[in-house]
């Protein structure tokens, strides 16, 4: 079955570390995208991509990478410059030119 | 002001209400509308989009008020099931497919 993977469900990231989240897609899908979720918030936008090697930064992408390498995959690395980094990520992909998303299950961060 | 608001809630009502939700935002050149649901500690989900004429998809039915930039959702005869998060997304910008999304409204329906 098509679908959009994310790793790992859950994630510690103590003071100071880089982690990378993962995000894969076997939808064939153009565009890919990076939400934050805080508690009883909605979503914001961290990065997007709409083609392979090339991507967009959001509303909050500061202390946040990511690469689009292939079509299939968009990880993104909360670096330690990200002060708050605990949240639920959400990654979403659509194809061009339409905009109805699939979302991935999601990654819950938190920093111990 | 933020791009795209809803009150938050919670809404708790009985099982067969009827409730309705409402969503407004500020961008008036916004061409695509949406209702997602999330459930607790889940992804959201897209439940229907919203069309100028309104449209219905079984008990739920979304209106869209572009004078008034204000969105809409009702739900009739409300099921323990549809106890939920709904959030009201609207497309920043058709080239790059960007989604806004409200921060969502709870209903909790009781038994």
């Known amino acids: 079955d098509g679908g959009i993977t994310q790793s790992p469900k859950y994630l510690f990231r103590k003071e100071g570390q880089n982690v990378t989240l993962s995000c894969e897609q076997n939808?064939?899908?153009?565009?890919m995208y990076w939400y934050r979720q805080d508690p009883g918030q909605g979503l914001r936008l961290i990065y997007y991509?709409?083609?392979?090697?090339?991507?967009q930064k959001g509303d909050i992408a500061e202390g946040y990478s990511v690469s689009r390498e292939k079509k299939e995959s968009f990880p993104l690395t909360v670096t330690s410059a990200q002060k708050n980094p605990t949240a639920f990520y959400l990654c979403?992909?659509?194809?061009?030119?339409?905009?109805?998303?699939?979302f991935g299950s999601g990654t819950r961060l938190t920093v111990v | 002001r933020k791009e795209v608001e809803q009150d938050p809630g919670p809404f708790n009502v009985p099982e067969g209400a009827t409730v309705a939700f409402n969503c407004t935002y500020s961008?008036?050149?916004?061409?695509?509308f949406f209702w997602y649901r999330q459930d607790c500690r889940k992804e959201p989900k897209l439940l229907m989009s919203?069309?100028?004429s309104g449209n219905e998809d079984g008990r739920f039915t979304a209106q869209l008020n572009r004078a008034s930039q204000y969105i809409s959702l009702l739900i009739r005869d409300s099921k323990l099931s549809d106890s939920a998060t709904y959030l009201c997304?609207?497309?920043?910008?058709?080239?790059?497919?960007?989604?806004?999304f409200g921060q969502g409204t709870t209903l909790q329906v009781k038994p």
């Open positions: 979403a992909s659509s194809p061009t030119g339409a905009y109805g998303y699939t």
């Open positions: 939808l064939n899908h153009d565009a």
């Open positions: 991509s709409q083609i392979v090697n090339d991507f």
């Open positions: 961008n008036s050149a916004s061409q695509s």
């Open positions: 919203v069309y100028s």
């Open positions: 997304v609207v497309l920043g910008s058709s080239n790059t497919g960007k989604l806004i």
